[in-house]
Nanobody
Framework: QVQLVESGGGLVQAGGSLRLSCAAS????????MSWFRQAPGKEREFVAG????????SYADSVKGRFTISRDNDKSTTYLQMNSLKPEDTAVYYC???????????????????WGQGTQVTVSS
């Protein structure tokens, strides 16, 4: 079991930046591949970015490539999402998620994640 708590959301103008954090606790947080998802009002939850368990390999949704960067600090059991050049369409609740124990790589599919945080709101004004 692992518990996840997101922070760092807020209101920002278009073109601005935010850094989200996801603090993990419980059973060996560094053993999990981690991802960020987001859900806008009236839309399904979608994959944003993921990072592997050990190698630092990353993957991104096309909509955020070149603007967002996912990273992790296993010593601090924390995963980050640096968001630059934010757009109004990035407005959503952002969730971090941990993959099933044993999976080394992130997945773009929600079904691969049994552990979720409570979410943090990001609002980008135009």
């Amino acid at each position: 079991q692992v518990q996840l708590v997101e922070s760092g959301g807020g209101l920002v103008q278009a073109g601005g930046s935010l850094r989200l954090s996801c603090a993990a606790s419980g059973r060996t947080p560094s053993s999990y591949a981690m991802s960020w998802f987001r859900q806008a009002p009236g839309k399904e939850r979608e994959f944003v970015a993921g990072i592997s368990r050990n190698t630092g390999d990353t993957s991104y949704a096309d909509s955020v490539k070149g603007r967002f960067t996912i990273s992790r600090d296993n010593d601090k059991s924390t995963t980050y999402l640096q968001m630059n050049s934010l757009k109004p369409e990035d407005t959503a609740v952002y969730y971090c998620a941990a993959r099933s124990n044993g999976a080394t790589m992130p997945s773009p599919h929600r079904s691969g994640y049994p552990y979720w945080g409570q979410g943090t709101q990001v609002t980008v004004s135009s």
